[in-house]
């Protein structure tokens, strides 16, 4: 087991939980889950998850994220295949907050909760151990190379008549309007951003999430990045992007 990768997965599992059951708990995430991993160990580390996972302790980011390394752990020993080891994982999660949780949020919150889930972990063993772990660094390693410049507009008014001008026909699920994508498009300031950041935005499942990027794509509206599975970004389109030119800061 690559720990370091796994604890990563762990921590970036563990947050969505915490923020969809206790927002207010988001303050001191990265401090309790230090806190988790420091009291874990190195060599101990699933038995002492283990021994979290079953303590009453209502919830926290050491119960939640106790219950995933467990859990991962266990998967990572089942033969290498990916969909059974996320069955596994989408499993013994969906008991856990069933079991804790039952009644907090709504069930389509609690649907797409898993599907991010999921997501994340089908990532992970599809690219399983440092891999993975360099492929979620990359993108934070390629904007520290890059010069820091002054926030740019992008072309805000040729956005909203290409916006304008599609054929936003509802999918199954929740829609999301013309002028919402113009706001989230226009925030991107023309970066790149994932699938999943048009469905937390949203809170769309990643179907219907997929959908409306794949209109904006045939529209000429957004760009790909040819990159696959989670290495997959978006963009906006060269006409929609800011000017080139900008001030350093």
């Not at 907050?97 to 994340?120: D, M, P």
């Not at 950041?197 to 949203?202: G, K, S, T, V």
């Amino acid at each position: 087991m690559d720990r370091d990768a796994c604890l990563e997965l762990v921590r970036l599992i563990t947050r969505p939980v915490v923020e969809l059951f206790c927002p207010q708990k988001l303050g001191s995430f990265e401090e309790e889950f230090t806190a988790f991993i420091l009291a874990a160990g190195v060599a101990q580390v699933s038995e002492k998850a283990a021994v979290l996972v079953s303590q009453p302790q209502g919830l926290d980011t050491t119960l939640v994220a106790g219950m995933f390394f467990q859990v991962l752990v266990e998967a990572e020993k089942l033969p290498k295949d990916t969909s059974a080891r996320v069955s596994f994982v989408r499993k013994e999660a969906k008991n856990f907050l069933v079991k804790h949780l039952a009644g907090e949020i709504t069930l389509s919150q609690f649907y797409r909760l898993l599907s991010l889930i999921e997501e994340n972990v089908h990532n992970y063993f599809e690219y399983l151990g440092s891999e993975w772990l360099r492929a979620q660094a990359r993108p934070a390693r390629e904007a520290l190379s890059q010069p820091q410049l002054l926030p740019k507009a992008v072309k805000e008014e040729e956005l909203r008549r290409a916006l304008s001008e599609m054929d936003l026909l509802p999918p199954k699920g929740r829609r999301i309007t013309t002028e919402g994508l113009w706001t989230f498009l226009k925030d991107t300031q023309g970066r790149w951003f994932r699938l999943l950041d048009l469905e937390a935005h949203f809170r769309v499942n990643k179907k219907t999430a997929w959908t409306y990027l794949n209109m904006l794509l045939k529209a000429g509206i957004l760009e790909h990045n040819g990159e696959k599975a989670n290495r997959v970004r978006y963009t906006l389109a060269g006409p929609f992007q800011p000017a080139a030119s900008s001030t350093p800061a």
